[in-house]
């Protein structure tokens, strides 16, 4: 009887610790199998942005993690807001989030901030990463960040700008002071027209409540207007166009959006096309690569974009050679 009574308990103890493997293991698979959180952080709502946003997604679906099926995205949006920039990034990190991706350079310094040294980030089309103190080098990032930088082609606006404008005595080139991007580009810009013998007069916004101002001031002391890639400055576009309008004073900007928001050409880098670009490095990021040697992915190439009705406005024609290329590989705006 007692050994019968001692295999009994011993059979109920083995089947209690098979049980219990038998349950962790299932709690394992189903952590395994977990679908990954990526958390999107935007600046601001504005088309250039959003056209990033749209394809960072398109380029997750296109690499097998499509929202709400294979991955969870967690979307926010900061409305230039810098404390709803700190709160959303410590929201991601706070939750978890495999992965988060910036949209502009203010977005992406929260992220890597709160980051730490931990959780992958990804730039989306950030203007010299490396300068923004987000990472080491384009080639060797360093510790959890990469990402894709957009680079204007500077030269070729200016080229295009005196083709345009050839009258054009003296440029105006405007920047927002708390972009790093738009300063780094304006200033840029500023040293291809001193190098080129071309006069320029440097004009500053803190925000975009100070464009009807500015705008106004610098309109009346210039022939052009240069508007960088500058996230200030593309937000208050129209607020611009519609002094310098006034004034027959021309807008190149540096993006396809803020032509269609009233500038007269461009030759732009895709932004939709850039952020499909991030979304394939993020893919490629929640599938194991290292981010410490993935090095930044650098689209400088522009696509001519014109706005005839602007053109209309300003009495300006355009070559037959712009709205050919514009036609064949680029964009037009009527």
């Known amino acids: 009887m007692k050994r019968m009574i001692a295999f009994i308990t011993a059979l109920v103890v083995f089947l209690g610790i098979a049980f219990f493997k038998t349950g962790s293991s299932t709690t394992s698979t189903k952590s395994t199998n977990k679908i990954p959180t990526v958390g999107i ?28 099926k294979t991955v969870k995205i967690d979307y926010q949006n900061a409305q230039g807001d810098q404390s709803n920039l700190k709160s959303m990034s410590q929201k991601f990190i706070s939750e978890d989030a495999d992965e988060t991706i910036g949209i502009a ?10 980051a730490g040294k931990t959780t992958p980030v990804i730039l989306a089309g950030i203007t010299d990463p490396a300068g923004s103190g987000l990472i080491k080098s384009d080639a060797h990032p360093g510790a959890n ?33 708390s972009d790093h991007g738009g300063e780094y580009n304006a200033k840029k810009f500023a040293k291809i027209c001193k190098q080129e013998g071309v006069k320029y007069k440097m004009f500053t916004i803190a925000n975009t409540n100070d464009m009807q101002t500015v705008a106004e001031k610098m309109a009346s ?3 052009a207007v240069y508007a960088p890639q500058d996230n200030g400055v593309a937000s208050a576009m129209k607020t611009l166009v519609s002094v310098t309008n006034k004034a027959k ?20 880098v895709d932004q939709y096309q850039l952020g499909k670009l ?42 037959k050679s712009v709205i050919k290329e514009a ?8």
């Open 41 to 68: 952080l935007q600046l601001q709502t504005h088309p250039a942005l959003d056209a990033i946003h749209r394809g960072i997604i398109a380029g997750l679906k296109e690499n097998g993690y499509v929202p709400g």
């Open 105 to 114: 350079t203010p977005a992406a310094q929260s992220l890597v901030s709160a």
């Open 145 to 177: 960040v990469t990402g894709t930088s957009g680079e204007s082609p500077l030269k070729s606006h200016l080229d295009l700008l005196r083709k345009l404008v050839p009258k054009a005595k003296t440029i105006g080139i405007i920047y927002t002071t």
């Open 221 to 223: 002391e210039v022939d």
């Open 249 to 268: 004073v021309p807008v190149i900007p540096a993006v396809d959006t803020m032509v269609k928001a009233g500038g007269l050409a461009t030759l732009s």
């Open 278 to 319: 991030t979304g394939e490095m993020a893919a490629k990021v929640l599938k194991g690569k290292s981010t410490s040697n993935y090095p930044i992915k650098v689209i400088s190439k522009g696509k001519m974009t014109i706005n005839l009705s602007e053109a209309k406005k300003l009495g300006i024609t355009f070559p």
């Open 327 to 334: 036609k064949t590989k680029g964009v037009i705006y009527k």
